[in-house]
């Protein structure tokens, strides 16, 4: 079984300027394979009704769908979330994380720019009976947040290559724009003492996530990992709690 890394030489000279892969030409080729099976699985998708950690979700073909990986952030949620706690869900998708997080607290934002998540998000929320707890809005990031919160809850897009449509945007994010612009406006909407859970994996580029939390000035806590095998390759997924250093 092969297993793939990013080379921790690389990253201090790939710090600053254009997004430049910390993995190796072999393995982005083979991140991309992946990504074009997802594209081309993604046009034959219905819409799926779905049991998960105890809610029911409705998810349209447009929409991210829950997947196998998906529990090592929802439980991480419903363990991290306290009652007074005000939530951000950064890429909500179907509402899974906005709707776990409302199950205790009962201030929770959504946001996504996908229209068609909000839109699933938003019945999915009702029919969990928690719609009064969740405020929703289409965001590109942070473009229609406002205000500070005490957990941030963000599920990126692991990939780095151009999405071909919106609801590819779920997976991939052209050169990491997005993700970018999270770690370089976070601590805006942060309160004191707030915390970010964050999900990520070894299929996409995690050595450049590392460079964007250490230049944010975080500490990054591994709660939960899962490894396994895809096409012989090992790969692991991760959620991560980050809190600001000076914390």
């Not at 080729?29 to 990504?35: A, E, I, T, V």
């Not at 363990?79 to 869900?89: G, I, Q, S, T």
Request: hydrophobic share 35%.
């Amino acid at each position: 079984m092969a297993s793939f890394c990013y080379d921790k030489r690389m990253t201090d000279s790939r710090t600053n300027g254009p997004y430049k892969p910390t993995v190796s030409d072999e393995y982005a080729g083979k991140l991309k394979q992946w990504q074009d099976n997802i594209y081309e699985e993604s046009k034959t998708k219905t819409t799926k009704n779905i049991e998960f950690l105890r809610k029911t979700f409705v998810v349209p073909p447009e929409v991210h769908p829950i997947n196998p990986m998906s529990d090592l952030l929802g439980n991480s949620v419903l363990n991290e979330v306290k009652e007074a706690d005000k939530v951000l869900d950064m890429g909500t998708g179907c509402g899974v994380n906005a709707i776990l997080a409302a199950s205790k607290s009962k201030d929770v934002v959504a946001v996504d720019i996908n229209p068609h998540s909000i839109e699933a998000a938003k019945k999915n929320a009702r029919t969990n009976h928690v719609d009064s707890r969740i405020d929703f809005a289409e965001s590109d990031v942070f473009e229609s947040v406002e205000g500070k919160f005490d957990l941030i809850i963000f599920d990126p897009p692991f990939r780095w290559f151009k999405p071909r449509s919106v609801s590819e945007s779920s997976t991939t994010d052209e050169n990491y724009q997005a993700l970018t612009r999270f770690f370089a406006n976070v601590h805006e909407y942060l309160k004191p003492g707030g915390r970010i859970l964050l999900c990520f994996g070894s299929s996409g580029d995690i050595g450049y996530l590392d460079q964007l939390i250490g230049k944010s000035g975080l500490h990054k806590e591994t709660i939960a990992q899962r490894d396994l095998a895809k096409d012989d390759i090992a790969v692991s997924y991760f959620t991560f709690r980050l809190t600001p250093v000076a914390q």
